[in-house]
């Protein structure tokens, strides 16, 4: 199995960045993805999770309103969409994927840095 993420980058405070995780070696359509984030010196913090079918979302309340998860099946993709960034935002994002909700998540990908500028 392997998760690899993209898009991360440095950008200004108020700037919106997409990042992306492909996934390979897994039955995509049947795990659940979810986005985690660890700041320099932190606990890796949940960021949101996104279910099968991609109907289902729920998020951090530090993200919410700012952040969206979303997912193509079709490309084994899952993309975390953040507008309106902010300095406490700067972290290495990664994206996990597990079999279902109540479980936790099995595999990590190895994160891409993002950095917010005030």
């Known amino acids: 199995v392997q998760l690899v993420e993209s898009g991360g980058g440095l950008v200004q405070a108020g700037d919106s960045l997409r990042l992306s995780c492909a996934a390979s070696?897994?039955?995509?359509?049947?795990?659940?993805m979810g986005w985690f984030r660890q700041a320099p010196g932190k606990e890796r913090d949940f960021v949101g999770q996104?279910?099968?079918?991609?109907?289902?979302?729920n998020y951090a309340d530090s993200v919410k309103g700012r952040f969206t998860i979303s997912r193509d099946n079709a490309k084994n993709m899952v993309y975390l969409q953040m507008n309106d960034l902010k300095p406490e935002d700067t972290a290495v994002y990664s994206c996990?994927?597990?079999?279902?909700?109540?479980?936790?998540?099995?595999?990590w990908g190895q994160g891409t840095q993002v950095t917010v500028s005030s």
């Open positions: 996990a994927a597990k079999t279902s909700y109540g479980r936790p998540f099995d595999y």
């Open positions: 070696g897994l039955p995509f359509s049947r795990y659940v």
């Open positions: 996104i279910n099968w079918s991609g109907d289902n979302t």
